[in-house]
Structures are given as C-alpha cells and as structure tokens.
C-alpha cells in the first residue's frame, strides 16, 4: 500500500478554503494519511509553497509549517491542530515561529505543498529547526513520502 495524504477540506490541487488562510481564521486544514510503512518509526509533515513571492517569478520556497517525531501510528491531525501526539516537535516556519501560518500570497495564486515523510528513525530533539536543518537530519532515513497540494489566491 503506498502512502497517502488527504484532507476533507480540499481536493488534490483543489482551493484552499479561506478558512485555513490569512483572509479567514488562519488555522490548519484537517489532514488524513494512511499507507504508513510498518518501517517507520516516525513522520515528518512539511507544509510550504515554492512559488513565492510571485508563481510568474517565483525566487523563494515559502515554509509554512513544520512537525517532526509525530508517531508512526498516528493517522492524522484534526482542523486547527493546536495539541500533537506526545514525541511530537515542532520547526521554525518562515516567520520565524512555531506553529501553522496559512496562505497568504502577495500576488497571484500559488501552491501548497503539504508534505509527508515517514522514517526510520525518531529524530533528536532540533531544537525548534528551520527546514534545511530538518530536511538534513532526515537525509538516508525517508522509508516513504506522500504529498497533498493545494493552492490559493487572495481574494479580490
């Protein structure tokens, strides 16, 4: 069975509601995963948009939302996820904060990848990393990865 990520907020490389962005509540969209790899010891969840500031000359890849150590055994995250499954750790996003920071494009529509990792190792404590650092520590240990894009234009 191969991994997968989905969420009943938005189809794969649907709209993101507005909900889940920086004109709504600004909260996380509930996110399902399954095909996990008996292998796996931990999951990593990366959430960022490579098309910033602009997809008509994207210079940047824009993180939204970084999680690591979440257990193997863990199927998902609710909307608005604000408490994580015990071992779980959070990355500094690209507003230098903990946390999920939604959409919000200067200009055009751009979008979101929301990425899944599984490992076979549970990480050391990051000490709250940025992407690259995370991203090195996971390097030779991904068993599986799965992704869910979405996209979002400010409205006008």
């Known amino acids: 069975m191969e991994m997968s990520i989905t969420s009943i907020a938005f189809a794969p490389n649907g709209s993101i509601p507005s909900l889940h962005t920086c004109e709504g509540r600004n909260v996380s969209p509930p ?3 399954s ?19 602009d997809p008509a000359a994207p210079r940047m890849t824009w993180v939204h939302w970084l999680l690591y150590n979440l257990p193997a055994d863990t199927t998902g995250l609710p909307e608005a996820a604000q408490s994580f499954p015990a071992g779980t750790l959070d990355g500094l996003n690209d507003w ?3 946390g999920y920071g939604g959409p919000c494009p200067p200009i055009g529509r751009h979008r979101y990848f929301h990425k899944l990792y599984a490992l076979d190792v549970v990480l050391p ?12 520590a996971m390097q030779g240990h991904i068993v599986a990865e799965a992704q869910l894009v979405g996209s979002y234009q400010k409205g006008r």
């Open 31 to 33: 996110l399902t995963w």
């Open 35 to 53: 095909g996990v790899p008996a292998t796996a010891r931990s999951l990593v969840l990366i959430v960022d948009d490579p098309d910033a500031p």
């Open 96 to 98: 230098q904060r903990t």
């Open 125 to 136: 404590d990051l000490k709250m990393p940025n992407k690259k650092s995370l991203e090195q």
